[in-house]
Structures are given as C-alpha cells and as structure tokens.
T-cell receptor, first 110, second 114 residues
Framework: RKEVEQDPGPFNVPEGATVAFNCTYSNSASQSFFWYRQDCRKEPKLLMSVYSSGNEDGRFTAQLNRASQYISLLIRDSKLSDSATYLCVVNRRGNNRLAFGKGNQVVVIP | NAGVTQTPKFQVLKTGQSMTLQCAQDMNHEYMSWYRQDPGMGLRLIHYSVGAGITDQGEVPNGYNVSRSTTEDFPLRLLSAAPSQTSVYFC?????????????FGAGTRLSVL
C-alpha cells in the first residue's frame, strides 16, 4: 500500500463552485500534513499546512482526520486560477523525509 | 533572494553519459533533497541531506550519487545515464518549524536520455 494515496481526477469544476477531495495516508506515525500546489510544468509550492483542528486560508479549508487517516482540501468559489494539481504531503514523526501523493488535478471550467 | 536554484533547466544526454545536476540554496537551510517526478508516479525521493557532510538514500537512489560539501550546494550526479532516468528532477531545501518540515523547490531540470 502506498504511503499517501490520492485520486488523480481530473476534477472538473465550474467556475464559482466548490470542490473537495481527500487524501489517505497509511503510516499512523505521521505527524505533519500539508497541501502543495503544482502548476503545469512548474515546481510544487506550499499551499497550506494542515492542523489537527482544521484550518482555513481564504477560500481554502483543510481538515485532518487522524482516526481514519485522511486529510481533505476544500476550495470554495473556484477561480480559473485554481486550476492546478494539488499534492498531499505527509511527514513522519522524527523524520525530515516527506511522502508525496500523486496529486489531485483540478480543472476549473468557465 | 533566489531561493533554490537548479541548473540546467533542460538537458539531453545519450545513454552512458554522465552529468551533474546543480542545486544551490541561499536560505541557510539544513535539509536538502532531490526528487524525480514521472507521469503517474508522483514525486519520489532520490537522496537527501540533513546537513553539510551528511547524505542518505531515498526510495530510488540507484544510478545517482550526491555530495554535500557546503550548506548551500547539493549536486546530483548521474553516473551512467539510462533511458529510465528520463524525468523531471526537483531539488528542495527545507527547514523545520516545530514538527513541520517546510520544503522549497527549485524550478526543476527536465532530462531526456536517448
């Protein structure tokens, strides 16, 4: 079983709509969680960290469910500029190595 | 403030050639990593370093060497290029913020091995 699993999509979203997707992780020792954004043919960039209590950053909301070992990302009022691949990233306790999911591709349609 | 700089941006090699991908960071980060990204595979860790003089293997280290003689530089060397090494290579540097490891990526090197 892969350490981090994501449904690659694509997720086709009408402009202005809400889209949400999950990522599951297999290692219960994981302690830090992130969402990175990767535009086509560009490098990944940190979108937001994910905190145990859940957190928001503008139109983006991240949630963590430790019992079921998944994290989620919700994008409200989608913009064309949100079209990208969103990578789920997990960091194991005491280890600086990150495990990356394959990404959720989001395509916002006018 | 350049962040993480990778060179070259593009490279074409013939099978059996060797080359070095350069990576430099100016953020004084302790940790540096090399990843490759292939379609449908996500990012896979090749080698990483937790500080000058210290390196370790990631998930896919075969065919690659690294060294870390300074905090700033972390070159990746392909010993004898193979078509299976055709990929996009990303270098990253990172710092720890409490329990979190925040990584900053270079713009990538697109490598084709013929």
């Amino acid at each position: 079983r892969k350490e981090v699993e994501q449904d690659p999509g694509p997720f086709n979203v009408p402009e202005g709509a809400t889209v949400a997707f999950n990522c599951t992780y297999s290692n219960s020792a994981s302690q830090s969680f992130f969402w990175y954004r990767q535009d086509c043919r560009k490098e990944p960039k940190l979108l937001m960290s994910v905190y145990s209590s859940g957190n928001e950053d503008g139109r983006f909301t991240a949630q963590l469910n430790r019992a079921s070992q998944y994290i989620s990302l919700l994008i409200r009022d989608s913009k064309l500029s949100d079209s990208a691949t969103y990578l789920c990233v997990v960091n194991r306790r005491g280890n600086n190595r990150l495990a990356f999911g394959k990404g959720n591709q989001v395509v916002v349609i006018p | 403030n350049a962040g993480v700089t990778q060179t070259p941006k593009f490279q074409v090699l013939k099978t059996g050639q060797s080359m070095t991908l350069q990576c430099a960071q100016d953020m004084n980060h302790e940790y540096m990593s090399w990843y490759r990204q292939d379609p449908g595979m996500g990012l896979r860790l090749i080698h990483y370093s937790v500080g000058a003089g210290i390196t370790d293997q990631g998930e896919v280290p075969n065919g690659y060497n690294v060294s870390r003689s300074t905090t700033e530089d972390f070159p990746l060397r392909l010993l004898s290029a193979a078509p299976s090494q055709t990929s996009v290579y990303f270098c990253a540097s990172s710092y720890s913020q409490g329990n979190k490891n925040i990584q900053y990526f270079g713009a990538g090197t697109r490598l084709s091995v013929l």
